[in-house]
């Protein structure tokens, strides 16, 4: 039932009005941020505030390169493959200093890198535009079809978002995937037992900066603008609240976490006064009555797969 219900409302979306099309699109630049975040928390069980970094450094890659800033028209598939790149050097550049840190000094310090880069951002005038942004973003096409209005960049985000919520599925069945849960329950003890982890955790910040940098390259794609109000420490908050609300290490979690704080604002817009003081009672409610995020760890896309082939 839940499968149908999915691939009902993927169906339908295109066909609503641009308005809904653009609130999918959203949805799913979410889903994707947080699917890329969860290998950090969720899987390694490192705590990390400074995620929307990763989502700046894709999109500004690409209004550098596909944009009259730099004149620079790269195509748009060399951009995401420069992006991916890009994002992954970041990681491993925030990974490296953070090796030895936990809990809260591992929050502080990433928190202070998300900040540094939209400072960044917004002071290199003459690189990023500063608190203008840069405007006129190429229209993004791939073998020469066009993916500029709502609908196209719609099919862009749902093969994307599928192909990367199936390739982070089999990461964590992987061999890295066991590290990373041996990291996130005794760190001590995964080093005691031969656990490389230096490499894993590494490995964590490069997969999902790189997973936050191409959502990066969609959103400005999509907008065709960027500026560094998109990337102000709410939207690294926001990220994590999709992945506790939901729950922790769960794609289908991550899935109905953004659900619930990206389209329930949307829900409650004409109650603007009252909309944010409901969805934090709300965060507050469910925090407290599910610990564990409303869909647990237990959960995953593997039982919705026995539940429909009965293996």
Known sequence: MVLLAAVALIVATPFLSNYYVRVANGLLIYIL???????????????????VAFYAVGAYTYALLASPQLGLHLPFLL???????????TGILLGLPVLKLRGDYLAIVTLGFGEIIRILMNNLDWLTGGPK?????????????????????????????????????????????????????DQ?????????????????????????????????????????????????????????????????????????????????????????????????????VRPSGIVPRSFGPEKLIRGLFGK
Not at 79 to 89: D, E, F, T
Not at 151 to 174: N, P, Q
Not at 240 to 250: A, E, K, P, R, S
């Open 33 to 51: 941020l947080g699917i890329g975040l969860n290998i950090v928390i969720g899987y390694a069980g490192l705590l990390d505030l400074g995620f």
């Open 79 to 89: 951009i995401v493959v420069i992006a991916a790149c890009v994002g992954a050097i």
């Open 133 to 185: 942004g840069i405007a006129r973003l190429d229209k993004a096409s791939i073998v020469g079809i066009e993916l500029a209005r709502p609908t196209e960049i719609y099919w862009l985000l749902i093969v994307v978002v599928l192909a990367v919520a199936t390739f982070v599925w089999r990461m964590e069945k992987s061999i890295l995937g066991k590290a990373w849960a041996a990291i996130r329950e």
């Open 188 to 288: 001590d003890a995964a080093r005691g037992i031969g656990i490389n982890t230096t490499n894993a955790k590494l490995a964590a910040f490069a997969t999902s900066a790189t997973i936050g940098s191409i959502a990066g390259v969609i959103f400005a794609a999509s907008q065709r603008f960027v500026s560094p109000d998109s990337f102000a420490l709410q939207e690294s908050v926001l990220i994590v609240l999709m992945i506790v609300v939901g729950g922790i290490g769960n794609i289908l979690g991550i899935v109905v976490g953004a659900a619930i704080l990206i389209l329930l604002p949307e829900v409650l817009r004409e109650f603007a006064e009252w909309r944010i003081l409901f969805l934090g009672l709300l965060m507050i409610v469910l925090i407290i």
